[in-house]
């Protein structure tokens, strides 16, 4: 059992707070009356992350902030906390006063590392990636009075309102509710990695038939990147404020789509974009492209590139699916809720994915490589392949989705909790395209990088299709 003490610190006239891991420290003097306030949640711990759980990174916290408040919300005091070990729930503390029968406290979790500071030099949680909780005491407590509080998942980005009357979230049953309620017994163990919004969901139907598609399980994830904030230009879209999301199963295709692809739905008489749709490739400064017309069977193995968002979308509807939202496209690229920087995984490596092929660093090729597996280069520790079989998610071309280019934090976005399936609604018109291609550098093949879609050489797609039968919605 792990036992950590911060005394019973004069933290103002009148006050003091008394902070315990597992339990409140033994051999003190007798307590003066106070709140014993118990802690638990059921999200996971990094400290859990370790034992095969690193699919839901995403979710993980292990620092607490206990802010101290008046009745009138001011602060009084704050306290820090690191818990990022399941032995060291339930996490209790007591709250001591003699003279505010309004006190308050509230008590936000969090991920470390994702924290910033604020201007008191105190630590400021994610404010999209926090569970907050507001717990109101009325009176004053006769002796030593246990509160039981949990801090659920389902409340991540769920902040309390301090206007009258102020609202807290409890739990998903409970999303505003008075601080002074949603409490439950006082947890004798704990109960991290719980929460029901962790359960990932595989797929039950099938993608349409002769479609070489991948099944995407859905689950919780995040989407976005505070690492890449302040790149926001005329051609890239910053990927912040990060947010959490559920998303749904779904089947991707499991290559880049072909110039053979499309030619077959031309023949089969599935195809309607006019001609003009795909590039001439007479014009200049395309002379990459790979469509060479539909009686031209050279480049068949070979994405098709230089397309804007109306000809994807045409071809992916002839193909019986969709282009992917921004948000399905990351939660496949980033490994379901692991937080990973590239489709393989952390390494920062273009040893076995296509990038920077146009000056020779990464290879000597012009252009997009053919679909399908290749071998890795001699040495080379991985491939640019998901966790459930992805192909080329990182490079090769930069894949068109269905998202308008607007930020996180604008208005079409969802602003509040953890939104199921969320688009941005009602944006911009120019559409982002995301991951990596022959043309770029390896920074742009990060997952979380937003490109601003501009129909070049080195831009291409891949098709998703609803969880149901035959790729429909059931």
């Known amino acids: 059992m792990v036992t950590m003490r911060l005394g019973r610190l004069p933290l103002e006239r009148g006050f003091a707070l008394s902070v315990a891991i597992s339990g409140l420290a033994c051999g003190d003097p007798e307590p003066r009356p106070q709140w014993v306030v118990v802690l638990d949640t059921d999200a996971p711990l990094t400290g859990q992350l370790a034992g095969g759980q690193a699919d839901v990174a995403d979710a993980a916290i ?6 101290v408040l008046r009745a009138t919300g001011s602060r009084i005091e704050t306290r820090e906390i690191v818990a990022p070990d399941p032995r060291d729930w339930p996490v209790s503390f007591g709250v001591v006063t003699d003279e505010d029968p309004g006190l308050q406290v509230r008590i936000r979790a969090f991920r470390g590392r994702e924290a910033a500071v604020d201007a008191d030099g105190l630590v400021a949680p994610p404010p999209r990636r926090t569970i907050d909780r507001l717990v109101r005491f009325e009176g004053t407590p006769d002796g030593r009075e246990e509160v039981g509080i949990r801090l659920a998942l389902a409340c991540l980005n769920r902040p309390p309102s301090f206007a009258a ?20 017994p006082s947890p004798t163990s704990g109960s991290a990695g719980g929460s029901e919004l962790l359960a990932s969901r ?36 910053s990927p912040v404020p ?50 060479r017309g539909r009686d031209d069977a050279k480049n068949d193995a070979r994405p098709v590139n230089c397309v ?15 282009l992917p939202t921004e948000v399905a496209w990351e939660h496949a690229a980033r490994g379901r809720g692991a937080g990973l920087i590239y489709p393989w995984g952390d390494a920062e490596d273009c040893c076995g994915a296509v990038f920077e092929r146009s000056d020779g660093f990464c290879g000597a090729r012009l252009g997009p490589e053919p679909g399908g597996p290749r071998p890795r280069p001699e040495g080379c520790p991985f491939a640019d392949v998901s966790r459930d079989g992805v192909r080329d998610l990182g490079g090769n071309v930069l894949e068109i989705t269905a998202g308008p280019s607007d930020p996180y934090d604008a208005p079409c976005w969802p602003a509040l909790g953890v939104p199921t399936d969320p688009q941005c609604v009602g944006g911009r018109q120019d559409q982002v395209a995301r991951g990596g291609s022959w043309r770029t550098g390896l920074a742009v093949g ?3 990088h937003r490109k601003r879609l501009i129909p070049a050489d080195d831009a291409g797609f891949r098709c998703a299709y609803d969880d149901g039968p035959e790729g429909r919605s059931p």
């Open 62 to 67: 292990d620092t607490l902030r206990i802010d």
């Open 165 to 184: 009357p102020a609202t807290t979230c409890a739990d998903a049953n409970q999303l505003r509710v008075a601080p002074s309620e949603g409490r439950v």
């Open 202 to 237: 595989p797929c039950t139907g099938a993608p349409p038939a002769g479609i070489d598609a991948v099944c995407i399980p859905g689950g919780f994830t995040v989407i976005g990147d505070e690492r890449l904030a302040g790149i926001d230009d005329l051609f890239v879209v």
């Open 242 to 291: 990060s947010f959490p999301a559920r998303v749904s199963p779904f089947w991707l295709d499991r290559d880049e789509v072909t110039v053979g692809e499309v030619r077959a739905l031309y023949a089969a008489g599935v195809l309607f974009v006019v001609e003009p749709g795909l590039p001439d490739v007479t014009e200049p400064g395309l002379e990459g492209c790979t469509w």
């Open 308 to 322: 804007g968002n109306d000809t994807a979308a045409a071809v992916c509807a002839a193909r019986g699916g969709h």
């Open 446 to 448: 990060r997952v979380t």
